[in-house]
Nanobody, 115 residues
């Protein structure tokens, strides 16, 4: 499974961005798609996830501001980020949790929020 993240950029505080994660390869093996982020000098942290059955989960820090969704085919997952704050500045990574128990990471996309 290969994952390709895109959509990052520079935005002012209060603005919005939408990230995309496109999965390819043996996508039937994907159990869930997660978004993680790693801010400057910080450890990588969980942001949001969506499972094959559509169940979503969010970190408390983004609840009510970020929305994870997927397209009809299920191979593209979106992270709509609204009301962005400077603390949301990070490299965002998509991650596929596979039925085998393994995981697959995509490359990151940089999100920078200016205050």
């Amino acid at each position: 499974v290969q994952l390709q993240a895109s959509g990052g950029g520079l935005v002012q505080a209060g603005g919005s961005l939408r990230l995309s994660c496109v999965a390819s390869g043996t996508t039937r093996s994907i159990k869930a798609i997660n978004w993680y982020r790693q801010g400057p000098g910080k450890e990588r942290e969980f942001v949001a996830s969506i499972s094959k059955d559509g169940t979503t989960n969010y970190a408390n820090s983004v609840m009510g501001r970020f929305t994870i969704s997927r397209d009809g085919g299920g191979n593209t997952v979106y992270l709509q980020m609204n009301a962005l704050e400077a603390t949301d500045t990070a490299v965002y990574y998509c991650h596929g949790r596979l039925r085998t128990g393994q995981g697959s990471w995509g490359q990151g996309t940089q999100v920078t929020v200016s205050s």
